[in-house]
């Protein structure tokens, strides 16, 4: 079946980029997405790219996608302590019903 | 800004009760979702319905669980007779069609006890 993996953890300096990376499995994805977790929350859509595009970029925060290699990443410029949160990299596909398929979170941890 | 609407927030119940959990998704969103985060575990789907059915179960949806859309405007989650692995983090999501993004509640924390 479909499967994502990220990175557990990652710690960045206010003010400093940070980079999530997310590899996934499924070569017919037609979504991917990011989300963010804050503790005791939901999961709020941070941005979304559809499988032909190579980047997206919204204010602060840039996607890349590597179709190729199944990587996905998500850049957050100017990284605030409000940043601070779970980061899940997800997927779907129309042959897998739409239905998300997450990875199992990195914890950006932002230290002032 | 819509949001999806979930209650209650946290449930404790027994071992073998029957527990509703539920949720008001976007008023005019079609597809609805439910998904549960087992604690220090990945986000996993469970159902997706649309127009009144069942539209796709993951292996973790047997027979204990159903879900029903009792109204217009309600979406509900059932167990039927709850076991200790139950215990998770239930979300619901509602999306527009069926490859738009999908907007997530802020969960129900089931505790079997």
């Known amino acids: 079946g479909e499967d994502v993996e990220q990175s557990l953890f990652l710690s960045v300096r206010e003010g400093d980029s940070s980079v999530i990376n997310c590899t996934y499995t499924?070569?017919?994805?037609?979504?991917l997405y990011w989300y963010k977790q804050e503790p005791g929350a939901g999961l709020q859509l941070l941005t979304y790219?559809?499988?032909?595009?190579d980047m997206k970029q919204d204010q602060r925060l840039t996607v890349l996608l590597n179709k190729k290699d199944k990587h996905l990443s998500l850049r957050i410029a100017d990284t605030q302590t409000g940043d601070s949160a779970i980061y899940f990299c997800a997927e779907s596909s129309e042959a897998a019903g739409n239905k998300l398929t997450f990875g199992g979170g990195t914890r950006v941890l932002v230290k002032p | 800004e819509p949001e999806v609407t979930q209650t209650p927030s946290h449930q404790v119940t027994q071992m073998g009760q029957e527990v509703i959990l539920r949720c008001v998704p976007i008023s005019n969103h079609l597809y609805f979702y439910w998904y549960r985060q087992i604690l220090g575990q990945k986000v996993e789907f469970l159902v997706s319905f649309y127009n009144n059915e069942i539209s796709e179960k993951s292996e973790i949806f047997d027979d204990q669980f159903s879900v029903e859309r009792p109204d217009g405007s309600n979406f509900t989650l059932k167990i039927r007779s709850t076991k200790l692995e139950d215990s998770a983090m239930y979300f619901c999501a509602s999306s527009e069609g069926d490859s738009s993004a999908e907007t997530f509640g802020s969960g129900t924390r089931l505790t079997v006890v």
């Open positions: 499924d070569s017919s994805s037609t979504y």
């Open positions: 790219i559809f499988s032909n595009m």
